[in-house]
């Protein structure tokens, strides 16, 4: 099901270029009004996920819009426009309730990754109140589903955590959602109206990550031609998300510690101090001890994250569970990739139900998508997901892996799932590399690293839908 998004603009010529860009690269319907009484109208006889408003308009100003919108339609999601010099505005705006806002003339790259942040609010929103009624309230907390008494103590310790104000450390495996537990957190916290920055500390390489997270002033090294603005400081008065920060260099520990301890960021290039208000909440699916002791991590700095832990279950370990989450994600998927609605085979549920399942909620969304697009029915069946024996699955033939020691297996049969799972996506797609990271639950960086890696080419899946 295709976003929609309502433009509010006095400028006709942006309205059109806004059009032109935003429906192929976000694979939207786009509406655009230069009133801002007109957008109310529109906005009361039909269903919007984002409203983009210029802040500066005639009549009614965009402020006065955002104060509207909120009184009648508090759910929506509003991103604000504003040239340079009304920065000051569009950061109050955010206080009154706006997600966020994006400065003129802005950069077609920075302006999708925004817009792309704020749909996903929507999404999430509408997610969780559909799973509220067809799940039912012990079933489903802040787009987190389950129903197992280990997921009550989650919920829980949800609530408790989000009534302060302190820095979180969410562990457990892979897939588990720890993402989603922290936007729970943030969600439910005092902040839940101001800034929610979430950052793949494992995607952005050590000398990039540095600039990112803390800024720099124009000249700080060779291609900083122009100041910059840091992660912690769009992320002031909110929350930002460090997942994995297992993986980051005692280096930028450093630098972190120093932000925990004084509540302050130093901008590459510029000797002064600028204070920041953020809550930090940090994940990792590794044991910091064990990398404490091996000198990997920095003890003093584990102290300062691990103030409140959250700990994931695996799957496994919440198997009564399964077929709630399995049925979510079906759903969700079918509507996203514009599938009529389908249902899993008696045969398949049981598999379900007796898989290992090591990648936990992330793998069971893999197999899902992947027999959403297998399926020549409205039953899925195991051969679909690419199920073989009980408990198993088959991304790859064996033959080619049988003989071969195992790290050339292993990187074997990574690259052939990765060309079909990345190839069927794309093709799905066209060729659009933002749609498919969206899709599949990748940042579109950390999607196109993949892709260089295994020498996966968008172009072909364009000129495919082209011919």
């Not at 819009?65 to 759910?75: G, S």
Request: include cysteine; charge should be negative; charged fraction near 25%.
């Amino acid at each position: 099901m295709r976003a929609k998004l309502l433009i509010v603009d006095d400028e006709p010529d942006l309205l059109q270029l806004l059009k032109r860009i935003l429906e192929p690269d976000l694979n939207c319907r786009v509406d655009t009004t230069s009133s801002a009484r007109t957008a109310l109208e529109m906005l009361s006889s039909g269903v919007y996920d984002l409203l983009l408003a210029d802040i500066k308009m005639p009549v009614m100003s965009g402020l006065e819009l955002l104060e509207v919108v909120k009184t009648q339609h508090p759910d929506l999601t509003v991103v604000l426009m504003t040239a340079y010099g009304h920065v000051e505005m569009a950061v109050e705006a955010m206080q009154r309730g706006a997600y966020d806002f994006i400065t003129k003339p802005f950069e077609h790259e920075a302006l999708i990754v925004r817009l792309e942040k704020a749909l996903e609010r929507s999404e999430l929103i509408r997610e969780n109140s559909r799973l509220q009624q067809v799940c039912g309230k012990e079933a489903v907390f802040e787009n987190l589903v389950g129903k197992s008494p280990r997921m009550q103590r989650l919920y829980e310790s949800i609530r408790m955590v989000a009534a302060t104000d302190l820095t979180v450390l969410i562990t457990g495996p892979s897939g588990a959602g720890k993402d989603l537990t922290a936007r729970a957190v943030h969600s439910l916290s005092d902040r839940k109206d101001r800034p929610f920055i979430a950052v793949n500390c494992p995607s952005i390489p050590e000398n990039i990550l540095e600039s990112e997270l803390f800024g720099y002033k124009k000249g700080a090294f060779t291609h900083a031609t122009q100041d910059r603005t840091g992660l912690f400081q769009e992320a002031n008065t909110g929350t930002i998300f460090l997942d994995e920060i297992g993986d980051v260099s005692p280096t930028i520990q450093t630098k972190l510690l120093r932000v925990l301890q004084e509540k302050e960021v130093k901008l590459l290039g510029d000797a002064r101090p600028v204070n920041v208000d953020v809550r930090i909440i940090a994940s990792t699916n590794q044991i910091l001890k064990e990398k404490i002791q091996k000198g990997e991590f920095r003890e003093d700095f584990f102290y300062r994250l691990n103030v409140l832990p959250l700990e994931l279950p695996a799957l496994r370990e919440h198997r009564e569970d399964i077929p709630l989450i399995a049925d979510h994600l079906l759903e969700k998927h079918c509507a996203k990739m514009d599938r009529t609605k389908k249902r899993f085979s008696n045969e398949l549920v049981g598999y379900f139900m007796n898989m290992p399942w090591e990648g936990n909620v992330r793998e069971m969304e893999n197999l899902i998508m992947r027999g959403i697009l297998f399926s020549t029915s409205e039953e899925i069946l195991p051969q679909d997901v690419g199920i073989m024996d009980q408990g198993r699955t088959q991304p790859v033939a064996r033959n080619g892996v049988d003989g071969l020691p195992y790290r050339q297996a292993k990187e074997n049969t990574l690259e052939q799932f990765n060309h079909t799972f990345i190839g069927e996506l794309l093709a799905l797609h066209h060729g659009n590399v933002t749609q498919a990271a969206r899709q599949c639950g990748l940042e579109r960086q950390s999607l196109q690293q993949i892709m260089k890696r295994y020498g996966i080419k968008a172009d072909k899946y364009r000129q495919r839908s082209e011919a």
